[in-house]
């Protein structure tokens, strides 16, 4: 709430006063500005579903309406919600964020049976075009989001090697002669073999850090068919020249993710102009900075 | 939907449609019941969030309802929720599930000073005893939570074991030696080292599956400070006997964790009577149970 705009955090104030409705109120409106700004820029957008569980129920419905509004804008949307469970409870969050078959009418039976009572419909607010997950338990934790992905064409992130400092403390155990990341990347390209699309990426994808080159150049080894999702750059401290290795020989292969320094691009007042430009010209010149590194020269690759 | 009591069911779908509204007011109504049926066999709850956020808002509203109504019933709430990410994005967690300091009113200063912009006031609803979390991220990951609970003397729960058949994929990897779980198993006990109680526990517990034994016992010996948290008795196979190696030589330092096997006791149909008798059955039967496995006789310890 310290990083948005003054006046929209003060018509959201009036309205409701300072509680979590007037922050859910701020935010989206905010939200639906920045969406609207980066556009044309961006091929997708992330909403941390986090920083709207803080402001309870009221925070989540402006998750969902982030996510509406996104996705009627032409953007696909990864609700980047790092879930995980044992598989009974695997299955009940992938209901939440993600899309089931496409035409799946609750059947218009009596009462009374056993199947219906099965086939109750769960909500469809949170559902995004892919989400981020955590394998910690295994393949029969995330067997249950691997089924319904399948049913939508949606697709997952697995938390492979995370962008934060302290992540080496248990990813890069050795395990084996190969630190622990490795052993997940394994598992990701496993669990993504039956789902290859024409251009041979899975339905299954990874999250790795730009902040750790590196091991981003192993990842991209270590899983060929696996497209990375890339956190990390700009406020966390990765540059684009450390994400080049994250894509493959096409310039393919990841999808780099510049959160707070392009929502709040505005906030080192330079520029001029309303708010919503610096965030438009900073997804813009993002864009054009990691097509260069990847394409070379504008407009000389598809 | 399909295990839950018929009456109840066709109650919410008689005043509201099959939708996820009367999903989540079926569910409120059976919560409020096993509640308090299970009131006095139990110290505390063990809300599965994922069973809420797959009905939306609206589930979430039931899931934020279910812990107020077992708090005024003198019930501990353990929100299982798994959450974790990087340090800024964990503190919106923690933020979102762990109470604050005991008195924190919003400052009621004027707008437009940047600290009380920072101060804003979250949601309270979903504010647990204490909260499971997944520890991949690293100590980074896990202090924004700790200091948190630290504020208002709530707990955490570490995932180190999980209960379920695939565990072994990951947690149980060779590192150096040691397995995985090991591991994490010590940053636990690092982690709580400067918040233990009179009763030698630490504010950081440990979840331990019921399903693995051996496991069990080691890592009572490797965490002597960390209550654990054992999920996995009943229905996913785990017995009595097979918990009792997660107590300590006075029998304490456990929290057994029945949640199918109890709160769907009335579904094999013995004993008679109405449903919420063979739920409060099913639990008193457990206490008994892990008494006397822990303690002997009943009532020959306090």
């Known amino acids: 709430m310290d990083l948005m705009p003054d006046d929209l955090v003060e018509r959201a104030v009036r309205a409701c006063g ?13 939200n639906r500005a920045v969406i609207d700004s980066v556009e044309p820029a961006a091929v997708a957008v992330k909403p941390q579903i986090a920083f709207y569980e803080a402001f309870g129920c009221e925070g989540l419905r402006a998750y969902a309406e982030t996510i509406g509004h996104a996705r009627a804008r032409g953007l696909l949307v990864i609700g980047d919600v790092k879930r995980n469970d044992i598989g009974s409870t695997a299955a009940a969050y992938a209901q939440a964020h993600l899309p089931g078959p496409p035409a799946s009418p609750p059947a218009p039976l009596p009462l009374g049976e056993g199947r219906v009572r099965a086939a109750w419909p769960a909500a469809s607010e949170f559902h995004a ?9 295994g393949s029969d934790g995330v067997k249950p989001f691997l089924e319904r992905a399948r049913q939508s064409g949606a697709g997952l992130f697995v938390l492979v090697r995370t962008s934060n400092p302290s992540s080496a403390e248990l990813q890069d155990l050795d395990c084996g002669g190969e630190p622990f990341y490795v052993r997940v990347a394994a598992l990701v390209e496993e669990w993504g073999a039956c789902d290859r699309g024409a ?4 339905l299954v994808g990874a999250v790795a850090g730009a902040t750790f080159p590196a091991a981003l150049r192993r990842l991209r080894q270590a899983m060929p068919h696996a497209v990375l999702l890339v956190p990390g750059l700009g406020a966390q401290g990765g540059t684009v020249a450390d994400v080049t290795g994250a894509f493959d020989a096409q310039g393919r292969g990841a999808i780099v993710n510049a959160s707070r320094s392009v929502i709040y691009a505005f906030r080192d007042g330079a520029g001029g102009g309303p708010w919503q430009q610096a965030v438009r010209r900073a997804a813009e010149s993002l864009r054009c900075e990691l097509w260069q590194a990847t394409h070379g020269a504008l407009g000389t690759a598809d």
Do not use: K, Q
């Open 129 to 137: 075009d892919a989400i981020t997950i955590n394998a910690l338990f």
């Open 18 to 30: 300072r509680t979590p409705a007037a922050a859910a109120r701020a935010v989206l409106e905010f």
């Open 199 to 202: 251009s041979g990426y899975s």
